[in-house]
């Protein structure tokens, strides 16, 4: 028998969405993270529903050529992504602008990754599906506390 903690009142609830984490400073949680979607689309043919929304992810250094932890935080993201496989454009201010309808304006001296392997796992239809796959194994929840 499998046995799990149970939200209480005072636990706050889950965001909707949660980030497939492809935007990791190391290559192999980056390639993880990729090989991760493999199998959320599996649960999504079990659950017959949508659990992985797939969408691009943007990381933006406004002054990549600093000496700040912004800077080398895309740095290293970039390199990781690369390293791992994953194709990540490297955006000018003003492609970004023109990527984003206009929507995002960004100063001259900035830098955005474009990663388009990116996605988010809808958290709350995730739990939910998972939770009534284990129901019919015959898995059994019980509170604690």
């Avoid at 955006?91 to 474009?114: N, Q, Y």
Wanted: net charge neutral; charged share 20%; hydrophobic share 50%.
């Amino acid at each position: 028998m499998y046995h799990r903690t149970l939200a209480t009142a005072a636990t706050p609830p889950a965001p909707p969405f949660q980030p497939l984490k492809l935007t990791e400073q190391d290559a192999l949680l980056v390639h993880l993270g990729t090989e991760a979607s493999a199998y959320w689309r599996g649960l999504e043919v079990l659950a017959q529903r949508q659990l992985l929304h797939l969408c691009s992810s943007l990381e933006i250094s406004c002054a990549p050529d600093g000496s700040h932890a912004g800077a080398s935080a895309v740095a290293a993201i970039r390199d990781a992504s690369r390293a791992a496989g994953l194709h990540v454009a490297e955006l000018r201010h003003d492609e970004v602008a023109e990527r984003c309808s206009r929507s995002l304006l960004l100063p001259h001296t900035a830098l955005a990754l474009l990663n388009t392997d990116a996605g988010v796992i809808r958290a709350v239809d995730a739990a939910a599906a998972l939770r009534a796959m284990a129901e019919r194994v015959r898995v059994m929840f019980k509170a604690s506390g």
